[in-house]
């Protein structure tokens, strides 16, 4: 691969990590909620899957883009509810907070159940899959090794968005930690609204 194909290529995924979607959304919700801490731990769970799922492709293109097609619609409606379910449960807590003061409940969630999230949400948005089995190919260099390409790319894929994602995380995490104790209660919100809205994306999201 040339240089002119790498910078293209990460360039692209630089566009594909800002662009908002299921996991933006709950990384930044629950940055919002909870802090830098569980922000980096959600986004942890995200890359397991999103790894995987890239793994998954490059190792097995064909077999695996059948296998979300045949199941796209189960997949996807399994995380739109799970983020829908967790942006109601947020909204609840920030009720319940708002009504009994904002030490009344603990924080809504657990260092591994963060990571839980991130991880399910993640696996459950198929057109990953898809998106990769039309994207990856464009980049690979057809006179040379293609499964060698493949492997490069989709680790370069992966690094991209990470950092993408660690770049937003500490962004909205030092935001956070300038709001006054007042502002902080009602982040619970903002972090629930931003969960159902990740829900109804994904739930909008049509094969490619």
Do not use: H
Request: proline residues 4%.
């Amino acid at each position: 691969m040339s240089p002119e194909i790498l910078a293209a290529f990460i360039a692209a995924c630089i566009l594909l990590g800002l662009t908002p979607g299921p996991n933006m959304s709950l990384i930044v919700a629950n940055t919002l909620s909870n802090g830098l801490y569980a922000g980096l731990t959600t986004l942890a769970g995200t890359t397991t899957g999103l790894a995987l799922l890239v793994a998954a492709a490059a190792a097995g293109m064909g077999s695996m883009m059948v296998l979300m097609s045949a199941w796209f619609d189960v997949i996807r409606w399994v995380g739109a509810l799970y983020l829908v379910y967790l942006g109601a449960r947020q909204l609840w807590l920030f009720r319940r907070r708002r009504i009994l003061g904002a030490d009344a409940l603990p924080l809504s969630s657990r260092p591994g159940s963060w990571y839980a999230q991130g991880l399910l949400v993640s696996l459950s948005n198929p057109k990953v899959i898809l998106f990769l089995g039309a994207f990856l190919p464009q980049f690979v260099d057809a006179t040379r090794d293609p499964v060698w390409q493949l492997s490069v790319l989709a680790a370069l894929f992966v690094a991209v968005l990470v950092a993408v994602d660690v770049g937003y995380t500490l962004a909205v995490a030092t935001a956070r930690a300038r709001f006054d104790r007042a502002r902080l209660a009602f982040l619970d919100g903002a972090a629930g609204l931003l969960l159902l809205m990740g829900g109804l994306a994904l739930a909008m999201v049509r094969r490619p």
